[in-house]
């Protein structure tokens, strides 16, 4: 399976919104609403933060939110602050119990 | 608590072997999937292996299908990656994690907990 397509990174202002894409194949993200989010601060385990395109998990805060559009997955921060800065990963079901995940997004909060 | 702690990382030789252990606590162990996934420094994630709850199948990414076998011992609450013939592009730190189970968590496909992760680096 090859990676997921990510923007290597992405900035805004706190109180700004940002939106991460996602692009697979018809075999990953289109073929199934199984796309999943993670943050990673620096040093640290991921950390899910959405679920099944679009579920956000309990603790979970609302400016975490999903969706998806044919191949492409995004994952939207709004209202962004200084804890934000972290790379975040997309993840998607590939069928035959295999996952696989995105390259990765670095966020910058500026 | 949910918890997953792994161990068994290290410097190894190409060719040699290694085997991880995760210890898990906080949960029913064996109503989980588990799954393995690594990341190389500085790099992104790639999901390795997986396995069903009573261990009686197992998944792979196929760049270690044949080298690496995930296992578990639900009566010692802990996931095992035996690695063999390993080679210098599977130096990664190797991450333990939790399948959320749909009838208990709400919400599948996905890892809703990790461990910290142990480093292996594959060096002579």
């Known amino acids: 399976q090859s990676a997921l397509t990510q923007p290597p990174s992405a900035s805004g202002s706190p109180g700004q919104s940002v939106t991460i894409s996602c692009t697979g194949t018809s075999s990953d993200v289109g073929g199934y609403n199984y796309v999943s989010w993670y943050q990673q601060h620096p040093g640290k385990a991921p950390k899910l933060i959405i679920s099944?395109?679009?579920k956000r998990p309990s603790g979970v805060p609302d400016r975490f939110s999903g969706s998806k559009s044919g191949n492409t997955a995004s994952l939207t921060v709004s209202g962004l602050q200084a804890e934000d800065e972290a790379d975040y990963y997309c993840c998607s079901y590939a069928g035959s119990n295999s996952f696989v995940f995105g390259i990765g997004t670095k966020v910058t909060v500026l | 608590e949910v918890q997953l702690v792994e161990s068994g990382g290290g410097v190894v030789q190409p060719g040699g072997s290694l085997r991880l252990s995760c210890a898990a606590s906080g949960f029913t162990f064996g109503g989980y999937w588990m799954t393995w996934v690594r990341q190389v420094p500085g790099k992104g994630l790639e999901w390795v292996a997986n396995m069903t709850p009573d261990g009686s199948q197992t998944y792979y990414v196929d760049s270690v299908k044949g080298r690496f076998i995930i296992s578990r011992d639900n009566a010692k609450n802990s996931l095992y990656l035996q690695m063999n013939s390993l080679r210098a592009e599977d130096t990664a730190v190797y991450y333990c994690a939790r399948h959320a189970n749909l009838f208990i968590d709400g919400y599948n496909y996905v890892f809703d907990y990790w461990g910290q992760g142990t480093l292996v680096t594959v060096s002579s």
């Open positions: 099944e395109v679009i």
